[in-house]
């Protein structure tokens, strides 16, 4: 009968961790830099995927560049007539709750067409590794930018953390 009740703990306190652990958060464009010029945000952007409950944060300077989510219309024309939010602090933390394509770009004159702008493609936490691929960047940053890194290490940062809290809390129920 113990041994029962600690097997069910046991399979409780995992799916707790592991989906605890499964939120990520991205600060766009690293390793190569933040929000800024030359760097390819659509190569870093279909390197990783994102999922519901993950976050992606924005570091810049708020002198030299803004964020504005937009419209896939406005993200195409690079248009700043009608943003859906202006973030503007310099280290804007923005939750992606659901799936879907989200759009950002660059307020600045001129920084969207020289390709500051990034398309986020929220996908299910059950889709295939591989994530999408949102259209390149455009503009002189796009052939300039290092290769992109392996696909997300945040996932693998996931299933390792919950798995190893797992492993502790099997020790400490023996």
Known sequence: MAAAMKITLLAVAAMAVLSSASAATYNVGE???AWDFGINYGSWASSKQF???DSIVFKYSPQAHDVLEVSKA???SCSTASPITT???GNDVVALPATGTRYFICGFTGHCTAGMKVAIDVVSASSPSTP???APASGPSASNSPPPPSPSAATSVRVTAGLGLVVLLAGLMA
Do not use: V
């Open 87 to 89: 973030l503007k602090t």
């Open 31 to 33: 390793p190569a830099g």
């Open 51 to 53: 999922i519901p409950g």
């Open 74 to 76: 406005d993200y195409d």
């Open 132 to 134: 999408s691929s949102p």
